[in-house]
């Protein structure tokens, strides 16, 4: 099985300040990779997920990106932050096929 | 692309009470169905799944049947537990440049 590492667990920024959250992948080779947003501590808002290096694609315009600079790693990124970017983030990955989804523990981004 | 209508909660019940949660999904062509769990403050994990039809998934005593004909993944369990208080998602994957797609989460309380 898959195994996702996600970090930081936990990080409060400021307005305005950048962001990197990094996402790496073991067990399998050429996921699929997924970046969501969770708010209200419920629904899952898909932002970004890609089928291959250096390819992105983007379901909700915002101020965010990703990046995948290797086959097993998938970067979220933002250069400068909004109070509104606040949120649970979590990174997932699926080996290809009707296969189940692997999720990291997620980060908890508090922009203040 | 998949799309999933998951029963909103929140779910409020009584420990040793029956628990149903609805989802139904459309997809293009033939997915595998998952049931995912989310503890509070962690990632989702798989909970069940079913592969093609008529299939029943089941877990710590959750079951769920793959019915083609109604594209509904119904998640079931006969006696509910505190430990069970977690959000549920719904889940059709079909692999391959499909996204995934959940449904907005189904949130369950149980009380002793």
């Known amino acids: 099985s898959q195994t996702i590492h996600q970090w930081p667990a936990t990080l409060v920024q400021p307005v305005g300040s950048p962001l990197s959250l990094e996402c790496t992948v073991e067990?399998?080779?050429?996921?699929?990779l997924y970046w969501y947003r969770q708010a209200a501590g419920r629904g899952l808002q898909l932002l970004f997920y890609s089928v291959g290096i250096g390819q992105i694609s983007s379901e909700v315009p915002q101020n965010l990106s990703a990046s995948r600079p290797q086959d097993r790693q998938f970067i979220l990124s933002s250069k400068k932050l909004l109070l509104s970017d606040s949120g649970f983030y979590l990174c997932?990955?699926?080996?290809?096929?009707?296969?189940?989804?692997?999720f990291g523990q997620g980060t908890r981004l508090t922009v203040v | 692309g998949n799309s999933v209508t998951q029963m909103e909660g929140p779910v409020t019940l009584s420990e040793e009470a029956f628990l149903t949660i609805n989802c139904t999904y459309t997809?293009?062509?033939?997915?595998?169905l998952f049931w995912y769990v989310q503890y509070p403050g962690e990632g989702l994990q798989l909970l069940l799944k079913a592969t093609k039809a008529d299939d029943k998934g089941s877990n710590k005593g959750f079951e769920a049947t793959y019915r083609k004909e109604t594209t509904s993944f119904h998640l079931e369990k006969g006696s509910v537990q505190v430990s069970d208080s977690a959000v549920y998602f719904c889940a059709p994957t079909q692999g391959g440049s499909e996204k995934l797609v959940f449904g907005k989460g189904t949130k369950l309380t149980v009380n002793p």
């Open positions: 067990g399998t080779s050429n996921p699929n």
């Open positions: 997809a293009t062509g033939y997915p595998s």
């Open positions: 997932a990955s699926t080996g290809g096929g009707n296969t189940e989804a692997f």
